[in-house]
């Protein structure tokens, strides 16, 4: 029997229609479905974030093939769009949500090239059927800051807040963290472990493996124009650069430490 001994995690934001043609932080449903068939028919499967921290602490081992769906800031397409389909293939996933937002709209300021225009967040009867359905909440701050920008007490507040809103909708305190923006430093890190959380995760690409950080969880970031193709390229290699260049340079590489 062979074991995952390196599990990817997958973040996506939106599903639902793109803003613009630019707007890669969004996902089509029917790509998002595509997507998903051609992870399972490549032997692939999700497994719980509950799961992967277990494995990650070597209580639990995961079978070749595993990986994490995780789904930031909270719109309302994971619920219409994504969760069907999940749930025809029981695959869970988790939403790190902007827990001062519920039910009300991505109001913050987005750092990309071109602007997104905010989009409706899932309010609290929404997120219990996502509950219902096996989908793991956890935090993405109370208010979308850049947590690095926020003073000691700030920060504190909005983190330990965000874990409590959290298990205001499941019965339990949020054990993980996703920093928005993926902003995160010394500080920041070393706050969320004093503010009671278990693990935090980033946006820097890569694998995980189970002697990593607690709190710089790595994660692939899958965007709306990614082809099937694209992003089993990202999962194999581990990053976010799906083109095929990136298949060729990763056998080439490998071929040249080999001879
Ligand atoms: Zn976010």
């Not at 990817?8 to 996902?27: F, K, Q, S, T």
């Not at 998903?36 to 499967?45: C, P, Q, T, V």
Request: net charge neutral; aromatic share 10%.
């Amino acid at each position: 029997m062979h074991y995952a001994q390196r599990i990817p995690v997958l973040m996506y934001h939106r599903v639902g229609e793109p803003d613009h043609a630019h707007d890669i932080y969004c996902i089509r449903p029917d790509r998002f479905a595509a997507q998903m068939r051609s992870l399972s028919k490549n032997g692939y499967s999700a497994v719980s974030i509950e799961d992967f921290d277990a494995w990650r602490h070597g209580t639990k081992s995961l079978p070749p093939g595993a990986f994490v769906l995780t789904f930031d800031d909270g719109f309302t397409g994971v619920r219409d769009y994504a969760a069907p389909i999940l749930q025809k293939m029981g695959w869970p996933a988790t939403v790190f949500l902007v827990t001062g937002k519920l039910g009300g709209d991505s109001n913050w300021q987005v750092t990309t090239d071109q602007p997104m225009r905010p989009h409706r967040l899932m309010d609290q009867a929404q997120l219990l059927e996502l509950l219902e359905q096996g989908f793991s909440l956890h935090s993405h701050s109370v208010n979308h800051h850049d947590l690095t920008m926020l003073d000691e007490a700030e920060l504190l507040k909005d983190l330990i807040e965000s874990r409590e809103n959290i298990a205001g909708l499941s019965g339990k305190p949020a054990a993980y963290l996703a920093y928005p923006y993926g902003r995160n430093d010394d500080r920041v890190r070393d706050l969320t472990k004093r503010a009671g959380y278990v693990a935090a995760f980033s946006v820097e690409s890569g694998f995980n493996r189970p002697d990593g950080d607690d709190f710089r969880i790595r994660r692939l970031d899958v965007f709306g124009t990614d082809t099937p193709a694209m992003l089993l390229r990202k999962i194999r290699l581990g990053c976010n650069d799906g083109r095929l260049s990136s298949l060729v340079r990763y056998y080439a590489r490998r071929l040249l430490k080999k001879s």
